[in-house]
């Protein structure tokens, strides 16, 4: 017999992790599973510090799914690795003035150790970091087939630009003008930059996102971000105060102005350009000197805002005339062109036609400039004064005015009409504008994989010969950004610095720029699968067909939703090209991770955690102190996964008191006892419960359902052999530990197979005790008595009225008095029947 007493966890987890990592229990044969299921938790970066609480959420979360589906007779597959180069691995090495790479190994270290202690059933025979070559070397192979697929592409750019970071951000990595890694005010620079054309999939990577099974938040972000707005491009001649057409050399300027509301021209005003348009400069040099240098003064002084400023709702419009207008042919109405902040030169065309009438930004700078406002569009209310506050601006559907061909027509009629008027006209095109922009792969630091290019002075830029991968990131002494937008690789020996052109032969320079980090993270589940095959240690290309055919597309993909634009965005852009390209078998499944799980966010005590807030909780001390089960079980009982929880000292200790329970219950009966039936009912029950829970994620009320069943244990009785084994199993997933002891311990002498190779088990349906019905019982309405009837009887209304009527409650009532009708609902098991009496 077992000892009673409470759960010593140290050395029972000591025990089993040795044990599973000499067994590799978690480990499946890649080429041999009957049944391949992908079960991945997005992948982490190495913090310094090492876990957070809150990282211990999500990967429980995970595992405790992959464990799930492990006893549900699915060969599981759950990789490990660390996304260990870009930003934040090197700002922590300059703040602790030591090396990234010295660092990477500390770190990977830290890391590994913890994710190790969490109990994690990870495959760890596929481990990767990102940072190291052999990983890095396809990283670049990537690069290089966007390069010969003119998918890559380099070009001088307005750029984003973190002062703190000392490199450039992608659009995605801005959040209203703040950086998202350091959350300092970025900037702009000009700086010659690496591209990738995700905007060539923007079509697809919209439409394919409605068979997603995703959160919905995550796929709105995804729709939001990509932006797609059908609409037309309308061109304007540019003409003088005279009307005069105005050319640039034999080409007569124009102003082509992006509009989803073209019905609203015969209102438009004034025309505003972004002060980065290509135009601003051509316009300049067509003006007098004055207004050259008015326009000038101001370029200069909007460009020094930041995007964030640029478009703040609220702000006061400003702008300066260019002395130039655009001819409305709809009207010949000369409209007066302006050069303004609030236009983003790289939004539609960077060019917006001003209807004051029918848009608030407008009517807020025409009222700043006292530019004529004209009504449209005619509302619900039949208001056709003019316009002249804000209140009164007509931004919804109504019918057209003062519009000549589409007077009297509502708005949506109207914008087709108006699109065929001008597209026969030769006057303009529908097209499709897009808020996504091409992916900026270049960043001016140390820490990430060489961008694989080389510039000759007489081929231009070529791509490295793949037989030289990887191009291995030098060891400098000088590793640090200087912020002047060259990247510290410049400084590198000239050893590495200067190559042969692949081309000519000639001296070539290297690209001193590395790749962005979320380039690393776009395919690092693509590798897991690979690292043991003779393809990844190849040439050619890094992917096993077979191998991917099995097991790709991942099946449950599991993450915050603070990757609902970049990684993810990114990943399916990279799935979609690798497949295209048939370098992946995958031109049938067009989604990289078709299900996705959303988890929530762990606070502490009624806050998010931070640093600055001295509320981060490492989970090392709480591991030590109640055990790993207990930590694993406390966090998935603070409320639904997807929504996460508060953490607090007291509730986990809760938790450990609740295991010391189990324990002493399974320890505590001699092995002969058989189950009680009203104890072995319950046990069914919660069989199907759990086994509901877990399938949906619901880990918490999973943990109460076994709860309620040691609490019925402890309560109505002793419990045989083969039930406890059962009681183990619902165990397994949410406390690997405890679970496995207590099946080595129940199993048999020596030691068997895991329990987490077992199956789940399956509830006995006879077995549960069948629940009385309950019927309530009324008299001309109201409640007189609640009825518990036997379920194994038969019970029709005959039945059901006879039985209501012997009911001492109910006869007081009824005496006397002449029963007029009886309204009976039969009851069933998930409903309550009623029997209503109505009297005289």
């Keep these: 017999m077992a000892e009673i007493g409470k759960y010593d966890h140290a050395p029972i987890e000591r025990k089993w992790r040795e044990w599973w990592a000499k067994e590799k229990i978690y480990q499946p044969s890649l080429k041999s599973a009957a049944k391949p299921f992908y079960n991945l938790m997005m992948f982490p970066y190495p913090s310094a510090e090492g876990l957070h609480v809150g990282n211990v959420y999500a990967f429980t979360g995970a595992d405790i799914y992959g464990r799930y589906m492990r006893m549900k007779g699915f060969n599981v597959f759950e990789?490990?690795?660390?996304?260990?180069?870009?930003?934040?691995?090197?700002?922590?090495?300059?703040?602790?003035g030591k090396h990234p790479k010295e660092q990477a190994k500390v770190s990977e270290a830290r890391f590994y150790e913890q994710l190790s202690n969490i109990g994690n059933g990870f495959a760890w025979d596929n481990r990767l970091e990102t940072y190291h070559p052999e990983y890095y070397k396809w990283t670049q192979w990537l690069f290089i087939q966007m390069f010969k697929r003119s998918l890559a592409y380099r070009k001088t750019a307005r750029v984003n630009w973190c002062p703190s970071c000392k490199t450039v951000l992608a659009?995605?990595?801005?959040?209203?003008?703040?950086?998202?890694?350091?959350?300092?005010?970025?900037?702009?620079?000009?700086?010659?930059?690496?591209?990738?054309?995700?905007?060539?999939?923007?079509?697809?990577?919209?439409?394919?996102?409605?068979?997603?099974?995703?959160?919905?938040?995550?796929?709105?972000?995804?729709?939001?971000?990509?932006?797609?707005?059908?609409?037309?491009?309308?061109?304007?001649?540019?003409?003088?105060?005279?009307?005069?057409?105005?050319?640039?050399?034999?080409q007569e300027l124009e102003v082509v102005c992006f509009t989803t509301r073209p019905d609203t021209n015969f209102g438009a005003t004034f025309v505003v350009i972004g002060p980065e348009h290509q135009l601003v400069g051509e316009?300049?040099?067509?003006?007098?000197?004055?207004?050259?240098?008015?326009?000038?003064?101001?370029?200069?002084?909007?460009?020094?805002?930041?995007?964030?400023?640029?478009?703040?709702?609220?702000?006061?419009?400003?702008?300066v005339f260019t002395g130039c207008y655009a001819l409305n042919r709809l009207n010949d109405y000369r409209i007066p062109i302006y050069i303004s902040d609030f236009v983003l030169g790289q939004v539609g065309t960077g060019a917006v036609v001003g209807v004051p009438g029918h848009d608030l930004r407008d009517f807020q700078f025409a009222q700043e400039k006292k530019l004529p406002v004209i009504r449209v569009v005619v509302g619900s209310d039949g208001d056709k004064s003019a316009i002249t506050k804000e209140s009164q601006v007509q931004e919804k559907e109504g019918q057209m005015i003062n519009s000549d061909f589409l007077n009297g027509l509502e708005i949506n009629e109207a914008i087709e009409k108006m699109m065929v008027h001008h597209e026969a006209k030769g006057w303009g095109e529908r097209v499709f504008n897009y808020h996504l922009r091409d992916w900026l792969i270049s960043r001016q630091r140390y820490w990430g994989a060489p961008i694989p290019m080389v510039e000759c002075p007489k081929c231009g830029w070529q791509a490295v010969p793949e037989v030289e991968l990887p191009i291995r990131l030098p060891d400098l002494v000088?590793?640090?950004?200087?912020?002047?937008?060259?990247?510290?690789?410049?400084?590198?020996?000239?050893?590495?610095?200067?190559?042969?052109?692949?081309?000519?032969?000639?001296?070539?320079?290297?690209?001193?720029?590395?790749?962005?980090?979320?380039?690393?993270?776009?395919?690092?589940?693509?590798?897991?699968?690979?690292?043991?095959?003779?393809?990844?240690?190849?040439?050619?290309?890094?992917?096993?067909?077979?191998?991917?055919?099995?097991?790709?597309?991942?099946?449950?993909?599991?993450?915050?939703?603070?990757?609902?634009?970049?990684?993810?965005?990114?990943?399916?852009f990279v799935w979609k090209f690798l497949s295209d390209q048939e370098l992946l078998p995958f031109k049938d499944k067009p989604e990289p991770f078709p299900f996705l799980y959303g988890h929530g966010l762990i606070i502490k005590e009624g806050a998010k955690m931070s640093k600055s807030r001295g509320n981060v909780v490492i989970p090392d001390e709480?591991?030590?102190?109640?055990?790993?089960?207990?930590?694993?079980?406390?966090?998935?009982?603070?409320?639904?996964?997807?929504?996460?929880?508060?953490?607090?000292?007291?509730?986990?200790?809760?938790?450990?008191?609740?295991?010391?329970?189990?324990?002493?219950?399974?320890?505590?009966?001699?092995?002969?006892?058989?189950?009680?039936?009203?104890?072995?009912?319950?046990?069914?029950?919660?069989?199907?419960?759990?086994?509901?829970?877990?399938?949906?994620?619901?880990?918490?009320?999973?943990?109460?359902?076994?709860?309620?069943?040691?609490?019925?244990?402890?309560?109505?009785?002793?419990?045989?052999?083969?039930?406890?084994?059962?009681?183990?199993?619902?165990?397994?997933?949410?406390?690997?530990?405890?679970?496995?002891?207590?099946?080595?311990?129940?199993?048999?002498?020596?030691?068997?197979?895991?329990?987490?190779?077992?199956?789940?088990?399956?509830?006995?349906?006879?077995?549960?005790?069948?629940?009385?019905?309950?019927?309530?019982?009324?008299?001309?309405?109201?409640?007189?008595?609640?009825?518990?009837?036997?379920?194994?009887?038969?019970?029709?209304?005959?039945?059901?009225?006879?039985?209501?009527?012997?009911?001492?409650?109910?006869?007081?009532?009824?005496?006397?008095?002449?029963?007029?009708?009886?309204?009976?609902?039969?009851?069933?098991?998930?409903?309550?029947?009623?029997?209503?009496?109505?009297?005289?």
């Design 283 to 319: 316009i300049a040099a067509k003006v007098s000197p004055r207004e050259r240098k008015e326009i000038e003064k101001y370029v200069v002084q909007a460009m020094a805002k930041t995007e964030n400023e640029r478009i703040t709702e609220g702000r006061a419009k400003t702008g």
């Design 622 to 840: 709480y591991m030590s102190r109640y055990g790993v089960d207990a930590l694993r079980l406390y966090l998935m009982f603070l409320g639904p996964y997807d929504q996460g929880g508060d953490f607090k000292d007291t509730g986990i200790r809760g938790m450990k008191r609740f295991l010391d329970r189990l324990w002493q219950l399974l320890a505590a009966e001699p092995e002969e006892t058989e189950t009680n039936e009203a104890l072995n009912s319950k046990l069914m029950e919660t069989i199907i419960k759990v086994d509901q829970d877990l399938a949906h994620f619901r880990f918490n009320t999973a943990i109460a359902a076994l709860m309620e069943l040691v609490n019925v244990w402890k309560a109505s009785g002793k419990m045989g052999r083969s039930e406890k084994l059962g009681v183990v199993k619902l165990l397994a997933p949410l406390a690997p530990f405890m679970a496995e002891e207590w099946y080595q311990r129940l199993a048999g002498s020596g030691r068997v197979e895991s329990v987490h190779r077992q199956s789940f088990p399956q509830a006995d349906e006879q077995i549960i005790k069948a629940k009385d019905l309950v019927v309530v019982v009324q008299v001309n309405g109201k409640l007189r008595a609640t009825l518990a009837l036997p379920p194994q009887s038969q019970w029709d209304e005959s039945s059901l009225s006879a039985r209501a009527k012997e009911e001492v409650k109910v006869r007081r009532w009824l005496e006397g008095k002449t029963i007029q009708r009886t309204v009976v609902i039969q009851p069933t098991p998930k409903r309550q029947g009623l029997v209503n009496f109505v009297v005289d």
């Design 171 to 250: 659009d995605e990595q801005v959040v209203g003008g703040i950086c998202e890694r350091c959350k300092s005010q970025t900037t702009f620079k000009e700086l010659p930059q690496w591209f990738f054309k995700i905007t060539a999939y923007a079509d697809r990577l919209l439409e394919e996102i409605e068979g997603l099974k995703w959160p919905k938040k995550i796929k709105t972000a995804q729709r939001q971000w990509i932006g797609r707005k059908a609409g037309i491009n309308i061109h304007y001649p540019i003409v003088n105060e005279q009307g005069t057409r105005i050319n640039e050399g034999r």
């Design 478 to 572: 000088d590793w640090q950004p200087k912020g002047d937008g060259r990247g510290p690789l410049d400084n590198a020996p000239e050893e590495w610095l200067y190559t042969k052109c692949p081309v000519c032969g000639g001296k070539a320079k290297r690209e001193t720029d590395v790749c962005d980090t979320f380039l690393d993270s776009s395919w690092y589940f693509l590798a897991y699968p690979n690292l043991q095959t003779p393809e990844w240690h190849g040439q050619e290309q890094p992917f096993n067909l077979e191998i991917m055919k099995k097991w790709l597309p991942v099946d449950a993909y599991i993450g915050g939703a603070e990757h609902a634009v970049l990684h993810l965005l990114y990943s399916r």
């Design 79 to 96: 990789p490990i690795g660390l996304d260990g180069f870009g930003i934040h691995s090197e700002n922590y090495a300059i703040k602790i």
